[in-house]
């Protein structure tokens, strides 16, 4: 049996380094691995190189704190709330680098670095995506008659941030909705963080083993944050907190507003005095009934 696998959040991501490529899982308002993106900016993290799955809030708030100096994604949206405001501002201004890639390209970029090699073969869609990031695609050669193929370069993240719904202490992470990206990103990253709602018993996983989308070898550290991707939604848990949202992207229309947001829910903030910021109520009015756990 493996040893706990539980830290508390600032240990999780002390060993972070300033440049370190860092993935985020989840989906746009789903799982984003919010209480964990808090903690790498109080820790003051800097000259990240972002790798999110499709997103949102999680890749918006690390740019828009001075933690980024890239990203290779395939969009970071606001959905009905607009566009991400400082990814945007960012990108438009030279301040971010960004290195624009489609779904197949960061899948077979992830399925490349899963397998150790240094590119993974895709179908030439006919983009023009090849021409603003060459260093992610590249022709592969083909005798006449045969598809046209590009070559996607290895997407090796040196660590991952996720966020699922519970796990058991020695690290096996399970999913009660779709696991989308996460477990792509985990096997092809170097070092595994997962945050999680709940911490529950080895017996409640082995019960509900076909929830089990981490595990444990795959996870080198856990930490349970209760409402951990709020303002998105956990699902089966609780909903996104679209007031929340609208507040965030309000605070991003200028820099002292930011500043102010941050101060307020970020800096100097732990999980727990977070969770106090918004209160219980709202939280609890936020919780879903459904679940798939028997």
Known sequence: MTKSKIVSI?????????????????WIFNSQ??????????????????????GSIAPDMLIGAGCAAS???????????????????????????????????????????IC?????????????????APEHYWPLPSKPGERKMLAVAAVKPDVCLLHAQQADEHGNVQHLGPPFFDAMIAQASRKVIVSVDRIVSTDTIRRNNHLTKLPSAMVDAIVEAPFGAHPTTSPSLYRAD???????????????????????????????????????????????????LK
């Open 71 to 113: 990203t290779v994604c395939v969009f970071i949206s606001f959905e009905q709330f607009g566009l991400a405001p400082h990814f945007r501002r960012q990108a438009e201004s030279g301040a971010l680098k960004v290195y624009d890639l489609d779904g197949p390209a960061i899948a077979g970029g992830l399925r490349a670095g």
């Open 242 to 292: 679209d007031a929340h949202l609208k507040e965030y992207v309000k605070s991003s229309a200028s820099t002292d507003a930011f500043v102010g947001y941050l101060d307020r829910y970020v800096r100097g903030v732990a999980h727990s005095g977070y969770l106090d910021k918004i209160g219980g109520s709202r939280l609890a009015a936020l919780g879903v009934s459904e679940t798939n």
């Open 10 to 26: 600032d240990e999780a991501v002390a060993e972070i380094p300033d440049g370190a490529k860092v993935a985020l899982g989840g």
């Open 33 to 54: 691995p919010m209480a964990l993106v808090r903690a790498l900016i109080r820790k003051g993290a800097r000259d990240l190189n972002l790798i999110p799955a499709p």
């Open 116 to 132: 150790d090699l240094p590119y993974m073969p895709i179908p030439d869609l006919g983009t023009d995506l090849p021409k603003y």
